[in-house]
Every structure is written in structure tokens, then in C-alpha cells.
């Protein structure tokens, strides 16, 4: 199949070609139905029984590609999304590659608020995030823009503080620098383009993949209960939309299966225990469509 004919028949997702994320998308799009083999290092990948090519592009320009129509969607980072100040539709958050962009100051630094930064050198890979937000509280800096490391620039003399993503902070305390404020918390999404040439399919992809991420963020909990605390439990398992509850062969108990955040599965457990539930089940959830 020549590039042409595929480019006509086919939706194109852009994928990270390399990293963390790359296996992150790939697995994705595999537990959505959406599987493919990469062979070597070549750039494009079918999907199959769905018209969907994969094409594998570095993660920084999937924005601008998505935007310029070379892709009808793609995977990367509302950060990067945001600093390329492109106009795509950000059409769903995957839950993952969670991280914040702070600036960013020596430890021993006498520096105690964004004014003081006022007349420094800055060093980041987002300069136009960076200058956007200094703009917005009166700090006039001198920016120095750089695709990488810009943790280590403070004690090479470059800059005073620097402006970069942070997710465990480890980087940041191997360095000897600070948080001095917040710019912005991202994560890793699916974007689409305005060109879009197929847009009924990019739903069903968008569905698909939303029924993924759901399941990965929520268990299935069952439980028994007397009628007459059912009303308690309730409030402890509302459910994603309401629980179902099911008659028990003893008339005075019911059972509940209700869909619980991952996050409060154990406070909610003890709860339900607390109140007089038993028989309490956790099941993952492998997909789901609500
Ligand atoms: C990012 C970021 C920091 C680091 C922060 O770099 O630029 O250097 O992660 O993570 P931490 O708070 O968990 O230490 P990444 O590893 O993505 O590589 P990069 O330098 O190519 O951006």
C-alpha cells in the first residue's frame, strides 16, 4: 500500500515514537482494541480490523503535526499541547503521566516570591509558557530557552532559577533547588486535530479508550447488607452512577455491586465492614462502557 492510498483511507494517531510514553500509549490503544506490532524502527503501524494507521513521531511535535493536519490525532502532553499554543482539541486525559511545571530556585536561594525574580535569568525548555506567566505578574527576565538538562543549569552560572517539569521531585533535590510556585499541573492526553478527516471514527476511538481508562481507575466492589443500613452504605459507594442492588434469598439482606475509585477502595472496605456489610469483594475491572 503506497503512502498516499493510506494517507486517503485510513485515520492517523500519532504516537511517541520512543520512552515511557510510547509503551504507555501502546499498551492503551492495545487494551481499547486497538493493538499493532511495530516492526524495527519503521514509522508507521497498521491497527487491525479498524481503518486506523499509527504513525510514530517524537512526542514534542505531535501537537504542531496534529494541528497541521499530518495526523487526525495523537497522543502526547497537555504541556507540550499548551507551549506549542496550537489549536487542537484536547478530546480526553489518560490519567497518566501526571506532572507539574514550577519554578524552580536554588535551595539556599534568598528568593521568596515570583516579584523577586524580577531583572534573573531563567533557563527552561517552555519559554513560551514561562514568559506568559512572568508576564502575568510584572517579572521582567531574561529567559534562556534549551531542549533539555535545564535542572543543572543554576550551578553551571547560566541561570538563577529554572523552569521545569516535576513529578517525584527527585530531580529537583538532586540538584539542591526548590519549588518556588506552581505554574501548571498536566498529564498525559489524547488530542485531536480540526482537520480530522474521519470524525465519527475518532469518537468510537475516543469511547473506546475512555472505557479504558475508567476501568483503570475504578473497581468493581461487592458487598451484603441489611436492608436497613443499605442507606448507609450508600453513602459511603455511591457508584459511578448508582449502585445495582439485588435481592438475597433472606429477605432482610440485599447485595450491592457498585464501581469504587481505586484511591478510596480500602478506606471504603473498612467503612462498609464498619457499618455491618460482609462478604466485601474487590474485582478489577478489565473495560467498561457506562
Ligand atoms: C523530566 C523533567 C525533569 C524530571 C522530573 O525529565 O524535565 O528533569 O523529569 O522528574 P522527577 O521530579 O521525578 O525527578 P525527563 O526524564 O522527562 O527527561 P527530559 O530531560 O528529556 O525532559
Known sequence: MNAERRNMQNLRIGVPSKG?????????????????????????????????????LRTDDIPVLCAEGAIDM?????????????????????????????????????????????????????????SAFLRQHNAS????????????????????AIVDLVETGSTLAANQLRILTEIGQYETVVIQGNGCRFPELADRIIRRLEGVVIARSYSLLEYNIRRELLEQAEKVT????????????????????????????????????????????????ANCRL
Open 20 to 56: 515511557r510514553l510510547s509503551e504507555l500509549a501502546a499498551e492503551l490503544l492495545a487494551q481499547g482494541g486497538m493493538g499493532f506490532r511495530r516492526q524495527d524502527r519503521s514509522l508507521f503501524a497498521r491497527v487491525k480490523d479498524i481503518p486506523i494507521e499509527i504513525t510514530f
Open 74 to 130: 495523537g497522543i502526547t502532553g497537555s504541556d507540550i499541547v499548551q507551549e506549542n499554543e496550537v489549536d487542537v482539541q484536547i478530546r480526553l486525559k489518560l490519567g497518566v503521566g501526571k506532572c507539574r511545571l514550577a519554578v524552580c530556585v536554588p535551595e539556599s536561594s534568598s528568593i521568596q516570591n515570583v516579584a523577586d525574580l524580577d531583572g534573573c535569568r531563567i533557563a527552561s525548555t517552555f519559554p513560551r509558557v514561562t
Open 141 to 160: 527576565v531574561h529567559l534562556v530557552k534549551l531542549s533539555g538538562s535545564v535542572e543543572v543549569m543554576v550551578s553551571l552560572g547560566v541561570a538563577d
Open 238 to 285: 455511591p457508584g459511578f452512577n448508582s449502585p445495582t442492588v439485588n435481592a438475597l434469598e433472606d429477605p432482610d439482606w440485599c447485595a450491592v455491586r457498585v464501581m469504587v475509585k481505586k484511591k478510596d477502595i480500602i478506606e471504603a472496605m473498612e467503612k462498609l465492614e464498619s457499618i455491618g456489610a460482609n462478604a466485601i469483594l474487590e474485582t478489577e475491572i
